[in-house]
């Protein structure tokens, strides 16, 4: 069973177009985070989000939690060919730190 | 400040074999996670250690498995008797006490078993 649900799981784009990612649960997590990952690294922190109904915004990169804190969604504006790769939400309702199942971004030039 | 080093980068093992690694988590990080990532995967959580504690070792295989954080030096993840299933990249995470919520990563260990 899979506790955070990822769509598309794979998603190809021209450079310049919009784009939305989405993370989702039926569990209520106290905050989420998102992650980018790059072929043979490990993954970087993007942001955190605590509050529901949360908004962030990181530089074309908008992140938004949801209002019962069981959902989040990474839009990306004029995306680039910089933005190409596996992007993680991750979220801890205990103990345990579980990731979702990715998104794997290419952006074509 | 140093980010969280793992090695090595690469291990290639023969079946059977012992294989280990090595995390320094970043400098005042005192809990230290390991995951494991197939390809085409995302990062399955095995083991939460914190220093000489083990906190949550429910994503750890039952057998051959072993995780240890000690006093002083790297946690250390250790695969006894590899299997050609074992084969994927283990991922190394600290972060600072208190703050569970953010981890941060290391480059990660790829192990391939012959």
């Known amino acids: 069973t899979q506790l955070l649900e990822q769509s598309p799981q794979f998603l190809s784009i021209q450079e310049g177009e919009n784009l939305t990612v989405y993370c989702n649960s039926s569990?209520?997590?106290?905050?989420l985070q998102w992650y980018r990952q790059e072929p043979g690294e490990g993954p970087v922190l993007l942001v955190t989000?605590?509050?529901?109904?949360e908004v962030k915004k990181l530089k074309r990169l908008t992140f938004q939690f949801g209002d019962a804190r069981k959902d989040s969604s990474l839009h990306i504006t004029a995306a680039q060919p910089g933005d190409t790769g596996l992007y993680l939400c991750?979220?801890?309702?205990?103990?345990?730190?579980?990731f979702g199942t990715g998104t794997s971004l290419t952006v074509i030039p | 400040n140093a980010g969280v080093m793992q090695n090595p980068r690469h291990l290639v093992r023969r079946r059977g074999q012992e294989a280990r690694l090595r995390c320094s988590p970043m400098k005042g990080h005192s809990h230290v996670y390991w995951y494991r990532q197939l390809p085409e995967e995302g990062l399955k959580f095995m083991v939460y250690?914190?220093?000489?504690?083990?906190?949550?070792e429910s994503g750890m295989p039952k057998e051959r498995f072993s995780a240890e954080f000690p006093k002083e030096g790297p946690s250390i993840l250790r695969i006894q008797q590899v299997v050609r299933g074992d084969s994927a990249a283990y991922f190394c995470a600290s972060s600072p006490p208190g703050q569970g919520l953010e981890q941060f990563f290391g480059p990660g260990t790829r192990l391939t078993v012959l």
């Open positions: 991750a979220g801890a309702p205990g103990n345990q730190f579980y």
């Open positions: 569990s209520v997590f106290s905050s």
């Open positions: 250690l914190q220093k000489e504690n083990i906190i949550d």
């Open positions: 989000v605590v509050t529901g109904g």
